[in-house]
């Protein structure tokens, strides 16, 4: 099963952008489903956005226009291009990665993301 590792949350002020990626400890081929939820205190976790292996995408509307969900299988790397931040975007983000065969799921740390000015 693979590792999965968040980077690139942060502070940004409302109208900004961030690029949060997910690293995978091996190969990301054989994970069907890929995407990313967030979670703010005292709430569900809510799925931003998925991609499959195939290149369909799915995104909560709140985000749609806003975010782009992409992969690059050669980089054992996922990316959530955020565009035009708001502040209730703000939450901690988790990505996650979809075996096809064995339907196991990994999960990342987290990574804050913070929309505030």
């Known amino acids: 099963q693979v590792q999965l590792v968040e980077s690139g949350g942060g502070l940004v002020q409302p109208g900004g952008s961030l690029r949060l990626s997910c690293t995978a400890s091996g190969s990301i081929f054989g994970l069907s489903t890929m995407g990313w939820y967030r979670q703010v205190p005292g709430k569900q976790r809510e799925l931003v956005a998925s991609l499959t292996r195939g290149g369909s995408t799915n995104y909560e509307d709140s985000v749609k226009g806003r975010f782009t969900i992409s992969r690059e299988n050669a980089q054992n790397t996922m990316y959530l291009q955020m565009n035009n931040l708001k502040p209730e975007d703000t939450a901690v983000y988790y990505c996650?990665?979809?075996?096809?065969?064995?339907?196991?799921?990994?999960w990342g740390q987290g990574t804050q993301v913070t929309v505030s000015s």
């Open positions: 996650y990665g979809r075996n096809g065969e064995t339907a196991l799921t990994s």
